[in-house]
Nanobody, 127 residues
Framework: QVQLVESGGGLVQAGGSLRLSCAAS??????????VGWFRQAPGKEREFVAR????????YYADSVKDRFTISRDNAKNTVYLQMNNLKPDDTAVYYC??????????????????WGQGTQVTVSS
């Protein structure tokens, strides 16, 4: 069983930055060979894809809305995936979730195909 815990959310002004962390734990060796994604869900909206990273970190993919502002990275030795968010906008306000799928380089962005989820962390961007 893989358990994911997000942290790093908070309240920030537009133009500011936050770094989210997704720490994994579990009985078995975790985050290998998992692709990890970040998703977000704003009130009244569907859960949407934000970014994903392959197990090796060599493959990264971003939603158009966050490209050039957000950076996903991972430290497998620490079983942690990060989402650095710069130049935040009010439209980025949402609960952010990390999710994992047991594939080394999964290319999908549909949330229903990810097997493990964290509880989410709130990000609020004020104008």
């Amino acid at each position: 069983q893989v358990q994911l815990v997000e942290s790093g959310g908070g309240l920030v002004q537009a133009g500011g930055s936050l770094r989210l962390s997704c720490a994994a734990s579990g009985r078995t060796f975790i985050f290998y060979p998992y692709t990890v994604g970040w998703f977000r869900q704003a009130p009244g909206k569907e859960r949407e894809f934000v970014a994903r990273i392959s197990w090796s970190g060599s493959s990264r993919y971003y939603a158009d809305s966050v490209k050039d502002r957000f950076t996903i990275s991972r430290d497998n030795a620490k079983n942690t995936v990060y989402l650095q968010m710069n130049n935040l906008k009010p439209d980025d306000t949402a609960v952010y979730y990390c999710a994992a799928v047991p594939r080394t380089d999964y290319s999908g962005s549909y949330h229903g195909n990810y097997d493990y989820w964290g509880q989410g962390t709130q990000v609020t961007v004020s104008s």
